[in-house]
Nanobody, 114 residues
Framework: QVQFVESGGGLVQAGGSLRLSCAAY????????MAWYRQAPGKERELVGQ???????YYEDFVKGRFSTSRDSVKNTMSLQMNDLKPEDTAVYYC????????WGNGTLVTVSS
């Protein structure tokens, strides 16, 4: 059974940084395109960025230049470095396959205060 466990969220002031981690179980993430998503209160889940099998990355415009994702194939984990955080980045963040669907993890809550 595939399971993703996100961690690293918390409360941070605007302009601050956080690093999220995602541990994967039951799958080898380097074999797949992986992505970070987020869901803000009252809004639908949205794509934040992705990393492909060959390590190429893509980010949505609203985080481009501030967020970056990486993957550790040995540990079977991925990370999301978030810099210059804004209040509108407040959301629950999830890691998941980019093009396949399994049960979503619990996510990790990021709260950015102004």
């Amino acid at each position: 059974q595939v399971q993703f466990v996100e961690s690293g969220g918390g409360l941070v002031q605007a302009g601050g940084s956080l690093r999220l981690s995602c541990a994967a179980y039951g799958t080898i993430i380097s074999n797949y395109a992986m992505a970070w998503y987020r869901q803000a209160p009252g809004k639908e889940r949205e794509l934040v960025g992705q990393i492909t099998r060959d390590g190429s990355t893509y980010y949505e415009d609203f985080v481009k230049g501030r967020f970056s994702t990486s993957r550790d194939s040995v540990k079977n984990t991925m990370s999301l470095q978030m810099n210059d955080l804004k209040p509108e980045d407040t959301a629950v963040y999830y890691c998941h396959f980019r093009w396949a669907t399994v049960e979503w993890g619990n996510g990790t809550l990021v709260t950015v205060s102004s």
